[in-house]
């Protein structure tokens, strides 16, 4: 019964969309990488992204118009992570945040010895832990254009990575993968990144496992043979996680 009324109130939700499959069409052809695609997975993208767009809220702060080309810019790579993985891989949470350009983010952290410290700095995006995620638009408007750089794609599989708590570089697998595989892999790599600079690669992604994580998502997504010729384990592994 529950299901179908879920698939009842999903076809609602398609049927009465402000936005036709020639909008999103449109809106796809201005971000590279959905070239990819072939009409089916377009398909599946476009619907996708309407209940996204239900499911979710896109606000503007500081006096940022969230316009429909905002969003549905945002709702299309978004949702390219989980185009064959569900809109209930991005459950337990609500909103996302739109800044015009990088925002201030104020941090506390404690070092090892139990000192607190409190700083700031400029950032471009962040996802938190079922709270929100935040987006500069000034970086996001620039996503998708094949250059191995995506700040929604990489705030958003910070999400994917937190289904199981907390952001570490090891999100959920999927039924037929071996976590330990996973495990063995991306240390493995992640460790030859800290030292070895690969091209195409930011090196952001030496920062910690999740970090280097969501840096590689980008890449598997903007230019996927720069991660085959660095880390074709990964892409192996990336390709069965993303289905």
């Known amino acids: ?15 009465n969309s402000q936005f036709t ?5 449109r809106a ?14 377009r398909g599946r993208l476009f619907d996708l992204t309407t209940l996204f767009l239900a499911d979710k809220s896109i606000t503007g702060a500081q006096g940022f118009e ?3 080309a905002v969003r549905q810019s945002i709702a299309l790579q978004a949702c390219l992570p989980i185009l064959y993985l569900g809109l209930e891989w991005y459950k337990g949470w609500s909103s996302i945040i739109i800044y015009r350009g990088s925002y201030k983010s ?20 962040e996802a938190w832990q079922r709270g929100p995620v935040i987006l500069s638009w000034k970086d996001a408007k620039h996503s998708g254009e094949r250059d191995g750089h995506n700040v ?12 199981n708590g907390r952001s570490n570089g090891f ?7 071996d976590p330990e595989r996973w495990t063995q892999i991306m240390t493995r790599d992640f460790e030859d990144f800290q030292t070895h600079r690969k091209s195409g690669l930011d090196r952001y992604g030496a920062t910690n496992p999740a970090e280097f994580f969501a840096v590689l998502s980008e890449v598997f997504f903007e230019t996927p043979q720069k991660l085959v010729d660095a880390y074709p384990d990964i892409y192996e592994i990336m390709t069965k996680f993303f289905k």
Do not use: Y
């Open 1 to 15: 019964m529950f299901d179908i009324i879920k698939d009842w109130r999903e076809q609602r939700i398609l049927d």
């Open 21 to 25: 499959h020639e909008d999103w069409a």
């Open 28 to 41: 796809a052809e201005r971000i590279a990488i959905l070239d990819r695609l072939n009409e089916e997975e």
């Open 66 to 68: 969230v316009t429909d």
């Open 106 to 125: 104020n941090q506390t952290t404690m070092d090892e010895f139990g000192v607190v410290h409190e700083g700031s700095q400029h950032r471009s995006g």
């Open 152 to 163: 929604v794609i990489h705030e958003f599989v910070h999400k994917l990575d937190m289904m």
């Open 171 to 177: 999100p959920p697998m999927q039924p037929d993968m």
